[in-house]
């Protein structure tokens, strides 16, 4: 049987970097093809696709995505650890998904598909896509870091671009124009005061501001500011969205961007199970069954310069998956 950690580490050798995904699809593709798989490429933009691999379908499907977050960090071992982007967030999880699949087809269950998505990490362009694809299994474990622990429901996003407006001026004669950056910085500095709505399994609704673009040169008075921030949401969207309306009133200018629900996801008895506070393509594919997300790996070490999975964590995950599926076919 093909070893998970070599797999991961040839898989984290191939970039992917969201919109680039096409060389990792193939190597995946070719992987599935050479076992016996019946491999359905879904281009979803040139050059990049979903993979769906099937043997006999109505089962489980095991999903994950093969984008990652910039820039590309080559793979390497060290201490009982795979370090390289994408080791836990989510190629190690592709990796471990390909074997366990492949080994309960090798002792005889054909009830299982295979999932790989791509854009996940920038709109979910592949999700959206996949969901439209003719899924006949009844169950849906989808991939992402959870500390190998079943996530028993995980926070929504939405984001939103903030836009102040001023009168540009000689900054000279400052009382000439009027600033847009100066009312964003009282507005951002009120938010930590916002009561947002919480939730007794998700907890609290959270805001990062991830990006602040104002004026055009130091020597002119700003006459646009804009902010970029992402709210994790706990429930339903509608008082998220009326507090900020409040909070904007004659002030600001708001744009809703992309939305992904809040979720409560299936358990397993025997399973350990805990809430996550990041968001997943699970909402995007409602058509692919009875949702659960596991995966090895932690969060807290996805999208940075050491990101990691532990070896022996990996490994185990690979049974993990192999008696969910079970399971859950039982």
């Given at each position: 049987?093909?070893?998970?950690?070599?797999?991961?580490?040839?898989?984290?050798?191939?970039?992917?970097?969201?919109?680039?995904?096409?060389?990792?699809?193939?190597?995946?593709?070719?992987?599935?093809?050479?076992?016996?798989?019946?491999?359905?490429?879904?281009?979803?933009?040139?050059?990049?696709?979903?993979?769906?691999?099937?043997?006999?379908?109505?089962?489980?499907?095991?999903?994950?995505?093969?984008?990652?977050?910039?820039?590309?960090?080559?793979?390497?071992?060290?201490?009982?650890?795979?370090?390289?982007?994408?080791?836990?967030d989510a190629?190690?999880?592709?990796?471990?998904?390909?074997?366990?699949?492949?080994?309960?087809?090798?002792?005889?269950?054909?009830?299982?598909?295979?999932?790989?998505?791509?854009?996940?990490?920038?709109?979910?362009?592949?999700?959206?896509?996949?969901?439209?694809?003719p899924a006949?299994?009844?169950?849906?474990?989808?991939?992402?870091?959870?500390?190998?622990?079943?996530?028993?429901?995980?926070?929504?996003?939405?984001?939103?671009?903030?836009?102040?407006?001023?009168?540009?001026?000689?900054?000279?004669y400052p009382?000439?124009?009027?600033?847009?950056?100066?009312?964003?910085?009282?507005?951002?500095?009120?938010?930590?005061?916002?009561?947002?709505?919480?939730?007794?399994?998700?907890?609290?609704?959270?805001?990062?501001?991830?990006?602040?673009?104002?004026?055009?040169?130091?020597?002119?008075?700003?006459?646009?500011?804009?902010?970029?921030?992402?709210?994790?949401?706990?429930?339903?969207?509608?008082?998220?969205?009326?507090?900020?309306?409040?909070?904007?009133?004659?002030?600001?200018?708001?744009?809703?961007?992309?939305?992904?629900?809040?979720?409560?996801?299936?358990?397993?008895?025997?399973?350990?199970?805990?809430?996550?506070?990041?968001?997943?393509?699970?909402?995007?594919?409602?058509?692919?069954?009875?949702?659960?997300?596991?995966?090895?790996?932690?969060?807290?070490?996805?999208?940075?310069?050491?990101?990691?999975?532990?070896?022996?964590?990996?490994?185990?995950?690979?049974?993990?998956?192999?008696?969910?599926?079970?399971?859950?076919?039982?």
């Amino acid at each position: 049987m093909t070893d998970v950690v070599a797999l991961a580490t040839e898989l984290l050798a191939i970039p992917s970097t969201t919109r680039d995904e096409g060389a990792a699809v193939d190597f995946c593709a070719r992987w599935l093809v050479a076992r016996g798989w019946n491999v359905t490429v879904q281009e979803v933009t040139p050059g990049r696709g979903n993979i769906w691999a099937s043997r006999k379908g109505g089962g489980v499907t095991l999903s994950t995505h093969l984008d990652t977050v910039p820039p590309y960090v080559p793979p390497r071992r060290d201490g009982g650890r795979i370090y390289g982007r994408g080791a836990c967030d989510a190629k190690g999880i592709a990796a471990a998904m390909l074997v366990a699949a492949d080994r309960l087809v090798e002792a005889g269950e054909d009830r299982v598909d295979l999932l790989l998505v791509v854009g996940e990490e920038r709109g979910s362009d592949g999700a959206r896509l996949a969901n439209q694809l003719p899924a006949t299994s009844r169950w849906l474990i989808n991939g992402e870091p959870t500390e190998s622990i079943l996530a028993s429901g995980c926070k929504g996003a939405q984001r939103v671009i903030v836009r102040t407006a001023g009168t540009e001026a000689h900054s000279a004669y400052p009382q000439l124009g009027r600033s847009a950056i100066t009312p964003m910085l009282a507005l951002l500095q009120e938010l930590d005061g916002l009561a947002f709505p919480t939730d007794p399994v998700l907890g609290a609704t959270t805001v990062n501001v991830g990006l602040i673009r104002g004026g055009t040169e130091a020597n002119i008075v700003p006459g646009a500011c804009e902010a970029e921030m992402m709210l994790r949401l706990v429930g339903d969207v509608a008082p998220v969205k009326h507090v900020l309306e409040a909070w904007a009133a004659g002030r600001a200018e708001l744009e809703y961007g992309s939305f992904i629900p809040a979720q409560h996801f299936h358990t397993v008895p025997g399973f350990r199970s805990a809430p996550v506070a990041y968001t997943s393509d699970i909402p995007l594919l409602g058509n692919w069954g009875t949702p659960l997300l596991f995966g090895p790996g932690s969060i807290h070490v996805a999208h940075t310069p050491g990101e990691h999975v532990d070896e022996a964590e990996l490994r185990a995950s690979v049974e993990t998956y192999v008696s969910l599926v079970r399971t859950l076919l039982t």
